[in-house]
């Protein structure tokens, strides 16, 4: 069964930087994609980035492009998503996602397209 475990959330101040990691297990495919989900208290869930193990391509919302980095260690399974220059309001639980499908231009942020998700890292911004 596949299994997604984040790690790497915390307190961090304005400005700061983190780095978030998702482990994965249980793939019986080496072609798969990972995204990376955020809910904020009150709001809907929004898709952060996404990446493909088969060829690297990534994916980034537009409220985290140049900020956020998203990478990948195919033999570990293991992605992370590098969060540069924080804001308040990055301030959410960050969720990780997979499915055997390769994230695409058209709709990666949609959640319903993920199989499965890992229980959440929560981020808070503040001074």
């Known amino acids: 069964q596949v299994q997604l475990v984040e790690s790497g959330g915390g307190l961090v101040q304005p400005g700061g930087s983190r780095r978030l990691s998702c482990a994965a297990s249980g793939f019986t495919s080496d072609y798969y994609s990972i995204g990376w989900f955020r809910q904020a208290p009150g709001k809907e869930r929004e898709g952060v980035s996404c990446i493909n193990s088969s060829d690297g391509r990534t994916y980034y919302a537009d409220s985290v492009k140049g900020r956020f980095t998203i990478s990948g260690d195919t033999a570990k399974k293991t992605v992370f998503l590098q969060m540069n220059s924080l804001k308040p309001t990055d301030t959410a639980v960050y969720y990780c996602?997979?499915?055997?499908?390769?994230?695409?231009?058209?709709?990666?942020?949609?959640?319903?397209?993920?199989?499965?998700w890992g229980h959440g890292t929560e981020v808070t911004v503040s001074s």
């Open positions: 996602a997979t499915t055997l499908s390769s994230c695409t231009a058209n709709g990666w942020w949609i959640g319903g397209r993920y199989d499965y």
